[in-house]
């Protein structure tokens, strides 16, 4: 939550400096945002890092854009605002995360957590010897698989931005005069930008968390819920550009709301992550209709279960 506030912080701020001309105001912005994307998203997980792609990708085209309406300036001198802006932007960032970063070295005597888990968790901890050994492609595949309506989307909106920038390429094939002016003149091209930069949300956060996990810190689906809002942003525009399609997403969303029952509601208690896909347990469930608990503690922990659902039983002697 406080990824994606941070983020629409950022949009709105820099879209209201969009209409401003004053230099200082626009540092001003940048420090503010900045600051803000410290205290809400880093002081929540250092892995909104990860964010951090896209806020500076949307506050370059904004500003192309915003020097585009006005004039066209020379690359050298829109390279050097926009150092400037990063600058106010990184020194806001670091005055709204220093003070937890201080108290965090004064308790543990770290500057930053960290993420990689010890080996004595490693050995008591079942759940973490699993999220260690799983495949570098697990975030692909879980999300395809629990969720495939942000898969789906996020491919349509690809191909849009496909279609679009093959017809950008085609347009300056025809007219090579355009070439060297394209990035300050042509604001029809640099608005189409937009969806690609908007990828770089969910790619941040895919792209990161899995070097961490090739790394040896784990792959667990629950990190990738930052991202989340941005997949269902980019699945909403791929819907409403290609409607004739769209009919296939109820399937895909009741997939989707199938896991949530699931994991959400009714098993809860067994579940830390998204383990498995519904259809899998489903057929490993039909595969093996009966199964005999193996000791008489199992049957202890599944009446307590039972619980869950209402159902008050207990062995005997308990």
Same mark, same amino acid.
């Given at each position: 939550?406080?990824?994606?506030?941070?983020?629409?912080?950022?949009?709105?701020?820099?879209?209201?400096?969009?209409?401003?001309?004053?230099?200082?105001?626009?540092?001003?912005?940048?420090?503010?945002?900045?600051?803000?994307?410290?205290?809400?998203?880093?002081?929540?997980?250092?892995?909104?890092?990860?964010?951090?792609?896209?806020?500076?990708?949307?506050?370059?085209?904004?500003?192309?854009?915003?020097? /585009? *309406?006005?004039?066209?300036?020379?690359?050298?001198?829109?390279?050097? =605002?926009?150092? !400037?802006?990063? $600058?106010? &932007?990184?020194?806001?960032?670091?005055?709204?995360?220093?003070?937890?970063?201080?108290?965090?070295?004064?308790?543990?005597?770290?500057?930053?957590?960290?993420?990689?888990?010890?080996?004595?968790?490693?050995?008591?901890?079942?759940?973490?010897?699993?999220?260690?050994?799983?495949?570098?492609?697990?975030?692909?595949?879980?999300?395809?698989?629990?969720?495939?309506?942000?898969?789906?989307?996020?491919?349509?909106?690809?191909?849009?931005?496909? /279609? *679009?920038?093959?017809?950008?390429?085609?347009?300056?094939?025809?007219? =090579?005069?355009? !070439?060297?002016? $394209?990035? &300050?003149?042509?604001?029809?091209?640099?608005?189409?930008?937009?969806?690609?930069?908007?990828?770089?949300?969910?790619?941040?956060?895919?792209?990161?968390?899995?070097?961490?996990?090739?790394?040896?810190?784990?792959?667990?689906?629950?990190?990738?819920?930052?991202?989340?809002?941005?997949?269902?942003?980019?699945?909403?525009?791929?819907?409403?550009?290609?409607?004739?399609?769209?009919?296939?997403?109820?399937?895909?969303?009741?997939?989707?709301?199938?896991?949530?029952?699931?994991?959400?509601?009714?098993?809860?208690?067994?579940?830390?992550?998204?383990?498995?896909?519904? &259809?899998?347990?489903?057929?490993?469930?039909?595969?093996?209709?009966?199964?005999?608990?193996?000791?008489?503690?199992?049957?202890?922990?599944?009446?307590?279960?039972?619980?869950?659902?209402?159902?008050?039983?207990?062995?005997?002697?308990?």
């Amino acid at each position: 939550m406080t990824t994606c506030l941070a983020a629409v912080i950022h949009i709105r701020l820099t879209k209201i400096s969009y209409t401003e001309t004053s230099s200082i105001f626009d540092a001003l912005v940048h420090v503010l945002s900045g600051f803000l994307y410290g205290i809400l998203a880093l002081n929540t997980k250092l892995t909104n890092l990860a964010l951090l792609p896209f806020l500076l990708a949307r506050s370059t085209l904004q500003h192309i854009k915003k020097m /585009s *309406s006005l004039k066209q300036p020379s690359v050298m001198g829109m390279c050097y =605002r926009l150092s !400037i802006l990063f $600058i106010c &932007f990184f020194t806001g960032a670091v005055g709204g995360y220093a003070p937890w970063m201080l108290l965090y070295y004064n308790e543990t005597g770290r500057w930053l957590p960290n993420a990689w888990p010890s080996q004595k968790m490693i050995e008591k901890s079942v759940y973490m010897q699993e999220a260690l050994n799983k495949p570098f492609h697990y975030y692909v595949t879980m999300i395809t698989k629990i969720s495939p309506v942000h898969v789906f989307g996020c491919m349509l909106l690809l191909m849009s931005a496909l /279609s *679009s920038a093959w017809g950008t390429i085609c347009g300056l094939i025809k007219d =090579r005069s355009r !070439i060297d002016k $394209i990035l &300050f003149v042509d604001i029809e091209m640099i608005s189409s930008l937009e969806y690609w930069i908007l990828f770089l949300w969910p790619l941040g956060f895919l792209s990161g968390h899995t070097f961490v996990g090739m790394k040896g810190g784990g792959y667990q689906t629950r990190f990738l819920l930052p991202a989340l809002p941005a997949t269902s942003i980019i699945t909403a525009i791929g819907v409403e550009k290609f409607r004739d399609v769209s009919s296939v997403l109820y399937i895909f969303v009741a997939i989707g709301c199938m896991h949530i029952m699931f994991y959400g509601i009714m098993f809860y208690p067994l579940f830390a992550d998204f383990e498995f896909c519904v &259809f899998d347990i489903i057929a490993t469930i039909l595969s093996s209709p009966q199964y005999a608990m193996d000791s008489r503690e199992t049957y202890v922990q599944a009446f307590k279960y039972m619980k869950h659902f209402g159902l008050n039983r207990s062995v005997a002697g308990e």
